[in-house]
């Protein structure tokens, strides 16, 4: 394994997060805020507690995992996809490393910047409501996981994007959606029977119910279901890359 191709490819990609520092801290902050000031303070003052958690509480892992979901996916896809737009990919692809390290070094750093804005937002909650944490280490584990599975689906978007337009589709038209009708603000369980089959459909769904689960304790469905979703959806997109490499799908000419 080749650590110093792995870390000048890490620390060229972290390079351009600490450059825009500020942004990067400012932005997670001022939505988390505003996702408290509409859903915690309007709706939560008409819904108690769900499953006896308070409002604002409940839809924490929700707004952690849309937040770093989307920014996992956006980094990963970014990262990879400006050396192919300017040529640069070619003296990667020439270099002596692997295409393991290539993504090691990538998806490290989206993976990265994905988790470091999670516990911010992470962070901010505690302003708002008393958070609790039953699993802290488990809570991390399945954060830290999600980030890298979302920053390898990323780095497939990133070799698939023809143009720049392409590389937003996923992301806000694919990801948020699916996050958003995931339960990250509600629970199934509030939802006529039809539309809770439906709800079972989206994979989002057994992530934030997982996450979920290392909050509070509980969950809408069971947290090996959760870890199963998870684990499949990572083995999926290693395979998916590994062919991509082999093949040279979009990136050779």
């Known amino acids: 394994m080749n650590w110093q191709a792995i870390r000048a490819i890490y620390i060229f990609e972290m390079a351009r997060f600490f450059r825009t520092l500020m942004q990067s801290f400012l932005s ?42 989307t920014q996992a996916t956006a980094n990963a896809s970014f990262g990879i996809y400006f050396p192919k737009f300017i040529g640069t990919i070619y003296e990667l692809l020439s270099a002596p490393i692997s295409f393991l390290e290539i993504v090691i070094g990538y998806v490290g750093a ?81 939802l006529p029977p039809f539309w809770q089959f439906v709800t079972m459909l989206n994979p989002v769904f057994y992530l934030v119910s997982g996450f979920r689960w290392a909050f509070f304790g509980t969950a809408d469905v069971p947290i090996g279901l959760s870890l199963m979703a998870i684990a499949l959806f990572t083995l999926a997109c290693l395979v998916f890359i590994g062919w991509i490499f082999r093949t040279g799908w979009r990136i050779k000419p």
């Open 28 to 69: 997670p902050v001022l939505s988390t805020s505003l996702y408290f000031v509409v859903f915690g303070a309007a709706i939560g003052s008409r819904i108690d507690q769900i499953e006896g958690v308070s409002y604002g509480a409940f839809i924490v892992p929700g707004l952690i995992m849309l937040t770093t979901m």
């Open 110 to 190: 989206a993976a990265t910047k994905a988790f470091f804005i999670g516990m911010i937002i992470l962070g901010t909650a505690f302003f708002f409501v008393d958070l609790p944490i039953k699993y802290p280490f488990l809570m991390l584990g399945f954060l830290i996981l999600t980030c890298i599975s979302f920053a390898l689906f990323g780095f497939i978007i990133g070799i698939w994007a023809g143009n720049f337009e392409q590389l937003q589709i996923i992301p806000l038209l694919v990801i948020t959606p699916l996050v958003f009708l995931g339960g990250s603000f509600y629970s199934v369980t509030m």
